[in-house]
């Protein structure tokens, strides 16, 4: 099977989860930098990247990476790429681009010049003076960084935290993709309790059921490159069946998951039942103030109003002195908070063990992590 090179693009602070996801499915030559991991595949890795990976943002084919500091030099490498191997006679391909500290720093004139090369190179094949663009998407990345040209083909479509579970959603919604991240960042397994008494549309206890009942997050959408002539249909056909064969529906999870929005928790358990998971949560619309914990040794994933994005700034410091003395009368648990708010750790009566910087869309915030003791060790 031929290999290729496949870049899976992440939300800056989640490269490192995106890598131990790329490793877990068994990818070999694996590179980390700013918002992507790279790694090396074949065509089988196109379709299983796409279903199993939580955190990525889209996996994008390389199809080729060369040095360029005149258009000349652009348009003769682009030219020199296997495009006829690539894009059939009637492909739908736009080009987008990007230029960063590099010579070549017009961007519209760098799509221009690549897509006249792959039109050129197209001739050579068909014999068409003008192509339609009428077929499939072959959505098509000119990026360049510091001289160094990388042109790619995007294989997801829509960014992968569509997973196609969303019936609604309410105001500041967290994305999928950090959801799946937050969670893989935390001390939960599936053998322990997960809480999350700030659950909004149920994203972040939907995540961690398919998490722990490892139903694959593409399962139920499609992506662009299913429609690409030179990757055989039956690749996503057996690689969609290895992935229905993989869940484990005999699990038995404890995920509970509250809001004081009754709205929001309805939304939640159509979400829910739309990601084949609500019989895994037990939701209820509970004023955080009224919450009792349901056990011991459990873990806390949550992504509450940080006033920026929702919610009054008095209301939400009270609701974070109410976790803090909450949680901290508890020490078995283990708590993860993301918020902008700076004066967290203060409002929430404790220091974190760790913080990580992350962007929650545009909005720069804090993971805030406690670490409570493992279960198997306190036994």
Request: hydrophobic share 35%; net charge positive; glycine share 6%.
């Amino acid at each position: 099977m031929k290999k290729i090179k496949l870049q899976a693009t992440t939300t800056f602070g989640l490269e490192a989860v995106v890598k131990r996801e790329v490793e877990k499915l068994g990818f070999k030559d694996i590179s980390v930098s700013d918002g992507y991991v790279e790694y090396s595949s074949d065509l089988e890795g196109i379709a299983k990247s796409n279903l199993w990976l939580r955190s990525a943002d889209k996996v994008l084919y390389i199809v080729g990476r060369f040095q360029a500091v005149t258009f000349e030099e652009l348009f003769d490498y682009t030219y020199s790429l296997p495009w006829t191997e690539l894009l059939p006679e009637d492909a739908k391909f736009v080009v987008n681009g990007k230029s960063i500290k590099s010579t070549l720093s017009s961007v519209p004139a760098c799509q221009s010049i690549t897509e006249k090369a792959i039109i050129n190179k197209l001739k050579t094949k068909y014999n068409v003076d003008r192509f339609k663009k009428n077929g499939a998407e072959y959505s098509i990345q000119v990026a360049l960084l510091k001289n160094t040209v990388t042109i790619t083909l995007n294989t997801s479509g829509p960014s992968l935290h569509k997973r196609g579970y969303r019936h609604g959603q309410v105001m500041a919604p967290l994305k999928e993709t950090m959801a799946a991240a937050l969670i893989q960042l935390s001390y939960w397994n599936k053998d322990r309790i997960l809480l999350d008494p700030c659950c909004g549309s149920g994203t972040i206890p939907i995540e961690a059921a398919m998490i722990g009942r490892n139903i694959a997050p593409g399962l139920s959408r499609k992506f662009d490159a299913e429609k690409w002539s030179f990757i055989p249909k039956e690749i996503w056909q057996e690689e969609r069946k290895k992935a229905y064969q993989a869940i484990n529906y005999d699990i038995n999870l404890q995920i509970y998951a509250s809001d004081i929005n009754k709205h929001a928790v309805e939304i939640a358990k159509v979400n829910a039942e739309n990601a084949g998971v609500d019989d895994c949560i037990e939701f209820s619309q509970t004023p955080f103030n009224k919450l009792k914990l349901p056990g011991d040794y459990g873990v806390c994933v949550c992504n509450p109003p940080y006033a920026e994005r929702m919610g009054s700034l008095a209301d939400v410091e009270r609701l974070y002195t109410d976790m803090g003395k909450l949680f901290n009368s508890n020490k078995t648990w283990s708590t993860y908070f993301i918020t902008s708010h700076e004066g967290f750790e203060k409002l929430y009566g404790r220091k974190a063990d760790k913080k990580r910087k992350l962007f929650n869309g545009n909005v720069k915030t804090d993971y805030y992590q406690y670490f409570g003791p493992r279960p198997n060790k306190e036994k």
